[in-house]
């Protein structure tokens, strides 16, 4: 199922044959050196896929979307949604062949849109490794705001829409 369609892109379900795609990214030190915690064997990476293939796009629960090129339906990335606490979690993965060419980003920024309409009160936080400077550029460029280093999680916090007591926070955890 498509959730949202953009101008070049299609962000929708996952289906059996992005297991590939996903194989060869999720193996690719371009985009592998920045994940943690990610399957990557392509046993893992079908059932994932599999698991993943009827998602919804919800605040309910966390959902993955597969990022697709609009002409061939080619899945380029992936982005997670985790919902929890009245806080939104994002994660993303695009492949190292579409990297630079604002795939991630224009993805992003209409799925930011639909999910802060859908609870406008709610928090939008991201981790990054301190090293992903591309990461980290394209929180700023989707205006996430930069929360600081976290060194219990090893990661640079961002925020958007973010409460001042939630930064406070975050700023007692740099420390």
């Known amino acids: 199922m498509i959730f949202i369609e953009t101008e070049r892109l299609y962000l929708r379900n996952t289906i059996p044959c992005d297991a590939a795609v996903m194989f060869d990214y999720r193996n690719n030190e ?10 990557k064997d392509y046993e893992g990476i079908a059932k994932l896929v599999e698991r993943r293939k ?8 966390p959902f993955m979307v597969a990022v697709a090129i609009k002409e061939t339906n080619e899945m380029i990335g992936e982005i997670v949604v985790m919902p929890k606490d009245n806080t939104i979690s ?5 492949s ?3 990297h630079r060419q604002g795939y991630a980003f224009e993805s992003l920024v209409v799925l930011i849109d639909i999910l802060h ?23 700023l460029k989707l205006d996430y705001k930069n929360l600081g280093y976290v060194p219990s999680m090893e990661s640079q916090a961002f925020g958007k829409w973010t ?10 955890l740099s420390r």
């Open 30 to 39: 371009l985009c592998s050196r920045y994940q943690r915690g990610q399957t």
């Open 54 to 61: 009827n998602d919804v796009l919800s605040v309910e629960a």
């Open 90 to 94: 994002l994660g993303y993965t695009f």
């Open 96 to 98: 190292y062949k579409y």
């Open 117 to 139: 309409k859908m609870v406008p009160d709610w928090e939008f936080i991201s981790f990054t490794e301190p090293q992903n400077v591309a990461s980290m550029g394209l929180l």
């Open 163 to 172: 409460k001042a007591s939630t930064e406070e926070e975050i700023a007692k």
